[in-house]
């Protein structure tokens, strides 16, 4: 069988092709338009290889025109890009791992690889150890400190994958393995990635039939790596990093198998001798006990069996129990659809409403809205609202500057449906300072949702140093909704502090922040982390039927008057 790249692949190709290029100081439209296309190959449904020779199917997918598409073209058929090859011999392919540094952009990449000689992170590190950064005319030790800072992040990186780089290829791994395998077989994600952890270090499945097929399969594929069988399982590396584990079970201990692999061992201890006579299907262990089934994510080893027990874990939120969205983004700002191109993608969705929150002007690199431009389109999201027949919020995502004000006034603010608050900047702050600057952006009830509140970028930035506590009881106290933002970079409430601000009394709203039409895929992570939560339908404000979400806003609006 021939290697035909999977989405992943070929979106990890292409995002890397757009970084060369930005620090080559190439067209910046060109860049974001391959940019594009890599989060839509990542996020599309289908397989995009299948499509490759499909023109106009291939450019029916959104953010996919000619030129994105003659770049999978040749990607999937020649297994690599010259445009990449070509920028590699002028700029040194490590630059793209340099500006994953925070506070390292294109730009400085390029100084560092022309003042310094930097060509990756090893070098990197060498330069600033030895002074040299600091030292070099153009560069500096304000800068050499800032990447010190950075690096020492990165150290504390976990090596494990988001779930969102992890869960498109596992699934698109069990669906090639279970079409070469034939006949009844059956293949599952299992392990940490079945329960919706944030991160997994391996991508592990499990798949019927005998260790010496599911090798074979594996080693025709020609895509798999390092492939050898490891007791019951068959393991192996796939080119985009990922450690991969095959777990091989018969039909009759399918269900025992998958409960094992998917574990965790104090959810398994909870089971006890319920698991020691093999079964089909994992239910039948439950039933053993009395018990309804229990989603993988709500396996933890704690208190779960009591949970279920008491039919709480019937009110916890599920993906259907979504009703629409209150932050995405547009052509306005950073985005790359416009206000009917969004609210379209939601309503075909399913959804019954959808709040339209492109960037403040302080966010300049997004392309903020000042004053006159939200007005201007505050006007124009009512328009495409009553020309579709498809209720808009109109709203923005405020900047938190450095001091806690926020970027509109408070008589712009109410003119807002939905006021939304975030902060891009300024995460390393002291915790004092962080926290004064919450306070101060709450403190009024002006701020309907609070976005990304820790401010993680999974792997890439650690979450800013907050007394989590009470900035939950600055929100409680404010009415101010807590954020779990659904992008996999994000994740953001994560799970064990969405608990803790329910526990707070805190409300939720869970938000793609989608900045194109297919970006509400991402759903799926946002809920799944709700879900690890255990948090209840009623307490997320967009599983709210749009008149009680209208009427809680009117009250917060009424609020920000007095």
Avoid at 202 to 209: C, E, Q, R, V
Wanted: charged content about 25%; aromatic content about 4%.
């Amino acid at each position: 069988m021939s290697h035909r790249p999977g989405n992943a692949e070929i979106a990890n190709q292409l995002a890397r092709l757009s970084s060369l290029m930005e620090i080559a100081g190439e067209n910046p439209f060109r860049i974001r338009a391959i940019r594009t296309g890599a989060e839509s190959v990542a996020a599309a449904p289908m397989r995009i290889a299948d499509l490759a020779h499909d023109e106009p199917a291939l450019r029916s997918v959104p953010g996919i025109g000619a030129g994105i598409a003659a770049l999978i073209r040749e990607y999937v058929d020649t297994g690599h890009l010259e445009s990449f090859e070509v920028l590699q011999n002028q700029i040194p392919e490590g630059l793209i791992e340099v500006i994953e540094i925070q506070g390292v952009g294109a730009k400085t990449a390029k100084k560092l690889y022309e003042l310094a000689g930097i060509r990756d992170l090893e070098s990197l590190s060498i330069a600033i150890d030895n002074g040299t950064v600091a030292n070099t005319k153009g560069l500096g030790a304000k800068l050499a400190e800032k990447i010190a800072v950075g690096l020492e992040s990165i150290k504390r990186r976990t090596g494990r994958h988001r779930i969102g780089d992890a869960l498109p290829v596992a699934v698109a791994l069990a669906e090639q393995i279970t079409e070469a395998l034939g006949g009844d077989s059956r293949v599952e994600v299992t392990g940490s990635l079945r329960r919706w952890q944030e991160t997994i270090g391996n991508i592990d499945l499990l798949a019927t039939g005998r260790t010496g097929e599911i090798e074979q399969v594996l080693t025709a594929f020609n895509i798999i790596e390092d492939i050898s069988i490891d007791g019951d399982r068959v393991i192996g590396k796939h080119p985009l990093g990922f450690q991969i584990a095959i777990h091989a079970a018969d039909h009759a201990a399918f269900g025992t198998r998958w409960l094992e692999t998917t574990g965790p061992p104090e959810h398994l201890s909870l089971l006890g001798p319920a698991l020691e006579t093999p079964v089909p299907e994992e239910r039948e262990v439950y039933d053993r006990l009395g018990l309804p089934w229990i989603a993988p994510e709500f396996r933890q080893g704690v208190d779960e069996l009591d949970r279920a027990q008491s039919g709480e874990l019937d009110n916890v939120i599920r993906i259907e129990d979504v009703r629409g969205e209150l932050h995405s983004h547009t052509v306005w700002s950073d985005g790359a659809g416009t206000i009917e191109e969004m609210a379209e993608a939601a309503r075909d969705r399913g959804y019954a409403y959808l709040g339209i929150s492109d960037h403040s002007h302080s966010l300049g690199v997004a392309n903020g809205l000042d004053r006159a431009r939200l007005l201007a389109q505050g006007a124009d999201i009512l328009e495409a609202s009553a020309r579709l027949g498809f209720p808009l919020f109109r709203s923005s995502e405020v900047e938190v500057l450095r001091d806690g004000a926020l970027d509109f006034d408070d008589d712009t603010l109410r003119g807002l449906d939905v006021v939304i608050a975030s902060t891009h900047t300024g995460w390393t702050r002291p915790r004092a300072e962080l926290m004064a600057r919450i306070h101060r952006a709450l403190d009024g009830g002006r701020v309907d949702i609070l976005a990304h509140p820790s401010g993680q970028l999974i792997e890439e930035r650690d979450p800013g140093d907050f007394n989590f506590p009470e900035m939950f009881a600055i929100a409680t106290a404010n009415g101010t909704a807590l954020e779990i933002n659904a992008d996999p970079a994000r994740l953001d409430l994560k799970a064990e502090h969405a608990q803790q601000a329910l526990e707070l009394g805190n409300l939720i709203a869970i938000n793609c922040d989608a900045h194109r039409p297919d970006g509400f895929r991402s759903l799926i992570y946002g809920v799944g982390i709700a879900r690890r939560a255990f948090t209840p339908r009623d307490r997320v404000i967009n599983c709210w039927e749009i008149d009680r979400l209208s009427a809680w806003l009117v009250e917060r609006h009424a609020f920000r008057h007095s």
